[in-house]
């Protein structure tokens, strides 16, 4: 090819300013999409502590109650714990049945408002689905429940579940 210093042809130099265009245009577009990401995430955080922080006061007032539930509660499951070992220790005892109803009768009223907050604390068995509280209590006498396999074995499983859930509403009464 000979040299005569005519220009370039027309298509490589528009290729070349379509390419320089399209690279400006590509660097401009990806600024605005992290510009636009970080000031949605931003406002993501700040919506979050703002709803946190007027939440708070509802929060650790609920933390409170369900406190408050779960000590009364825990009062009485001891009575019942207790009363169970004590007749399965001493047998037959003329004021454990009428105690147990006392007791069963409370349990049936006030475990449905904690069940709950309980049922993620339960260690679970495979076999056995069944809620460990209820087993204490939905026997009609001391005797069906003293008698069962799987007395001791609820008994530690519920005692697990109280102690857990408890240090959940600690640690939610904590949280600012």
Known sequence: ???????????????????????????????????????????KEWLQRISHSMTAPWRRAAAARHKARLVQFEDRYEDLVDLLCWAAKDG?????????????????????????????HWAE???????????LFSAENVDEIIHAEAGIEHIMRTRCALDAYRETLEEAARRP
Not at 93 to 117: C, F, I, S, V
Not at 125 to 135: I, K, Q, R, Y
Request: aromatic share 8%.
């Open 1 to 43: 090819m000979i040299r005569i210093g005519l220009p370039p042809p027309v298509l490589p130099r528009l290729r070349l300013h379509w390419h320089a265009t399209h690279t400006l245009f590509a660097r401009q577009t990806r600024s605005l999409r992290e510009a636009a990401a970080h000031a949605t995430e931003a406002l």
């Open 125 to 135: 068995a495979e076999a056995d689905a069944c809620d460990p509280f209820e087993s």
């Open 92 to 120: 037959i005892h003329t004021n454990r049945d009428a105690r147990y109803r006392e007791l069963r009768a409370w349990m049936q009223r006030h475990y449905p408002k904690l069940r709950p907050g309980l049922r993620p």
